[in-house]
């Protein structure tokens, strides 16, 4: 049976949100899930496979009842979460070759679901092109913020990397690769040259150069703050760096 085909009629009111409680009542009934409980919702992108749409109960009980996103782009699953919480989910879809998706911070009840589904669908536009990810919205909220606004986020990236951008494809590569290793070594020149292959100095160089031509500096905090969130607005870009 095609997801969506059994659950879509009696989810897609919630989802919407503003469902009166005699509706949410009957939902839960014809759902078999309680009307108060730990919730999440989870949007998936494109293709999924069977085997990840299964509607549980998971070996820790997650119950899961999927249905279509009602604009053709993908597939919504609303979560009763077991002893594992999100984390567990995210893993279950994974394990399943799931994604991209986004899951919504945790509600309380099936009368949440409307906002837990906006959030959801924040989330998944934090994913990066090309990936299959599935990331929780209280792991990427910054990026979210930078998604919810996209003309900012626009500007964002023109004010702090215009120079960046100018390089021809390649000497840019290496410089934003640089600074995505350097970050996700904690900061340390020796690690980010032992991931990157070549010498400390040459990390160093590297870095010194990005700051000339974004006139920040990587030391002072909130100018950190704008290369970071310049760097994510650029991994969100569907062009590469």
Same mark, same amino acid.
């Given at each position: 049976?095609?997801?969506?085909?059994?659950?879509?009629?009696?989810?897609?009111?919630?989802?919407?949100? $503003?469902?009166?409680?005699?509706?949410?009542?009957?939902?839960?009934?014809?759902? /078999?899930?309680?009307?108060?409980?730990?919730?999440?919702?989870?949007?998936?992108?494109?293709?999924?496979?069977?085997?990840?749409?299964?509607? $549980?109960?998971? &070996?820790?009980?997650?119950? %899961?009842? %999927?249905?279509?996103?009602?604009?053709?782009?993908?597939?919504?699953?609303?979560?009763?979460?077991?002893?594992?919480?999100?984390?567990?989910?995210?893993?279950?879809?994974?394990?399943?070759? &799931? /994604?991209?998706?986004?899951?919504?911070?945790?509600? $309380?009840?099936?009368?949440?679901?409307?906002?837990?589904?906006?959030?959801? $669908?924040?989330?998944?536009?934090?994913?990066?092109?090309?990936?299959?990810?599935?990331?929780?919205?209280?792991?990427?909220?910054?990026?979210?913020?930078?998604?919810?606004?996209?003309?900012?986020?626009?500007?964002?990236?023109?004010?702090?990397?215009?120079?960046?951008?100018?390089?021809?494809? &390649?000497?840019?590569?290496?410089?934003?690769?640089?600074?995505?290793? %350097?970050?996700?070594?904690?900061?340390?020149?020796?690690?980010?040259?032992?991931?990157?292959?070549?010498?400390?100095?040459?990390?160093?160089?590297?870095?010194?150069?990005?700051?000339?031509?974004?006139?920040?500096?990587?030391?002072?905090?909130?100018?950190?703050?704008?290369?970071?969130?310049?760097?994510?607005?650029?991994?969100?870009?569907?062009?590469?760096?």
């Amino acid at each position: 049976m095609r997801r969506g085909t059994r659950y879509g009629v009696l989810l897609g009111p919630l989802l919407a949100g $503003g469902a009166p409680p005699d509706l949410v009542r009957r939902a839960a009934r014809g759902l /078999g899930l309680p009307e108060r409980g730990a919730y999440a919702v989870v949007v998936l992108a494109g293709s999924v496979p069977e085997a990840a749409v299964a509607e $549980g109960p998971d &070996a820790d009980g997650t119950l %899961w009842r %999927w249905c279509g996103s009602g604009d053709g782009a993908g597939d919504v699953a609303v979560v009763l979460l077991g002893a594992a919480g999100p984390p567990g989910a995210v893993a279950r879809l994974g394990k399943h070759g &799931a /994604g991209p998706g986004g899951m919504s911070p945790v509600v $309380g009840s099936l009368a949440e679901l409307g906002a837990a589904r906006r959030l959801a $669908g924040t989330a998944l536009l934090t994913c990066a092109p090309g990936t299959r990810e599935v990331v929780r919205l209280d792991e990427r909220l910054p990026t979210a913020l930078l998604v919810s606004r996209p003309e900012l986020s626009a500007r964002l990236l023109a004010e702090v990397f215009g120079p960046l951008l100018a390089l021809v494809p &390649a000497e840019r590569a290496v410089l934003v690769g640089t600074l995505e290793a %350097w970050l996700e070594c904690g900061g340390s020149m020796g690690r980010a040259a032992v991931r990157l292959r070549c010498h400390r100095n040459t990390v160093f160089n590297r870095l010194r150069r990005l700051e000339r031509l974004t006139a920040r500096s990587l030391s002072r905090p909130r100018e950190l703050v704008d290369l970071v969130l310049a760097l994510d607005v650029l991994r969100l870009s569907s062009a590469p760096p």
